[in-house]
């Protein structure tokens, strides 16, 4: 079995110790125009986070008496933990929930961005080396953005959680091209894209909605590089690399669902508002039940129901492992479902914008990322 599971011409990988394999002559004149047309879109959705023209970071907020998010889409304060908190703290506590949250996008945007400039060492591709060579590019830019913003806010951001953590270093580390791209072009991404489209949606700071469009406008590419891949590998595997692929997206999907906004992901922050973690996971795991988690699925914006979507589009789902995501959503109205992501609409308006602002165009033929 190739460990890389590429079977298109594209995204053939050379060996991370095999520099000399990127030096081949032959090489570079063998570029897919696959990746053209998001290589090309890099100009419309252009920005810049040190200048204030695109962002300003210097926009106030009052983190004692505004809530950065409604009170009802913390996790946290639909539980028993609520009744332990006076309005002040469940103030603070909502805005500190939000710090763990722009920091865990911090530290998935630096994962990302070691991880694309990894894929610049081994795609033998030019035109997928350009694209990933772009994409680390603008990851670079995302890093920066999210940690002024936390700079802004609170100062610094707070370590990550062991449940992302483990899975970035895994995704990094990896040797295996499929591996870095259904990882991060598609479960990280699609939990991203579902997380901005969120802030977008919900958040009560503006400079924090703003943030997430123009970052939306870089990452619904980014999404497109991993689909293209999908669409070229996934109906040329042979059942033993198409069951490890599904097994271990299933396993991840799992693993973040159980874990990434579980109370023990949060210790430091209880033990500052005086609340037992033990305690508070137990008073977790009685008020999220698989049936309440379920209905949260419901929303569009939910990560998790924009992950699913996200693996079942790109044929990484079959009736091998349906059952796992089928217990929280829908698989058949997801099915039914547009092959269009939840932030598509709210990034072509950013591209719109981004492109008026950099020369006064307008968009004849308006960029669009419904997949091809």
Not at 48 to 55: C, Q
Not at 117 to 127: E, Q, V
Not at 134 to 146: G, K, L, M, P
Request: overall charge negative; glycine content about 6%.
């Amino acid at each position: 079995m190739d460990r890389n599971i590429t079977k298109d011409p594209a995204y053939d990988a050379a060996d991370p110790h095999d520099f000399p394999a990127m030096l081949e002559v032959e090489r570079y004149g063998k570029r897919s125009t696959a990746f053209d047309k998001i290589i090309s879109a890099t100009h419309d959705h252009f920005w810049d986070p040190l200048d204030k023209k695109y962002i300003d970071f210097t926009a106030p907020w009052d983190l004692e008496n505004q809530y950065l998010m409604p009170p009802h889409m913390n996790l946290e304060l639909q539980t028993a933990i609520a009744d332990k908190l006076d309005e002040q703290q469940k103030i603070r506590w909502v805005n500190d929930s939000v710090l763990f949250s722009m920091s865990s996008i911090l530290h998935g945007e630096q994962g990302a961005l070691a991880l694309s400039a990894s894929l610049c060492h081994i795609l033998k591709d030019p035109g997928a080396q350009e694209y990933a060579a772009n994409q680390t590019r603008e990851e670079a830019r995302h890093v920066t953005a999210f940690s002024k913003y936390i700079t802004a806010r609170w100062g610094k951001p707070i370590p990550v959680g062991p449940a992302l953590g483990n899975l970035l270093v895994e995704m990094v580390g990896s040797p295996y091209v499929w591996k870095k791209l259904v990882g991060m072009q598609m479960l990280v991404e699609g939990l991203a894209m579902g997380a901005f489209a969120t802030f977008y949606t919900y958040a009560n700071d503006p400079l924090l909605k703003q943030l997430c469009q123009l970052v939306m406008t870089d990452e619904a590419f980014h999404h497109k590089f991993g689909k293209i891949w999908a669409d070229r590998t996934i109906p040329k595997l042979s059942a033993e690399e198409r069951n490890k692929i599904e097994d271990w997206a299933a396993e991840v999907f799992t693993g973040l669902l159980r874990n990434l906004g579980s109370p023990d992901q949060k210790t430091k922050q209880f033990i500052k508002f005086g609340i037992d973690p033990a305690w508070a996971q137990a008073a977790f795991m009685e008020a999220f039940t698989d049936a309440k988690i379920r209905k949260r699925l419901e929303d569009s914006t939910s990560i998790f129901r924009v992950l699913i979507k996200t693996l079942l589009k790109a044929g990484i789902i079959t009736d091998r492992t349906r059952a796992t995501y089928a217990a929280f959503v829908d698989m058949a109205e997801l099915h039914a479902e547009s092959d269009r992501m939840v932030g598509d609409d709210i990034a072509e308006e950013g591209i719109k914008y981004l492109m008026q602002l950099n020369g006064g165009r307008t968009l004849v033929t308006p960029t669009t990322l419904a997949a091809e």
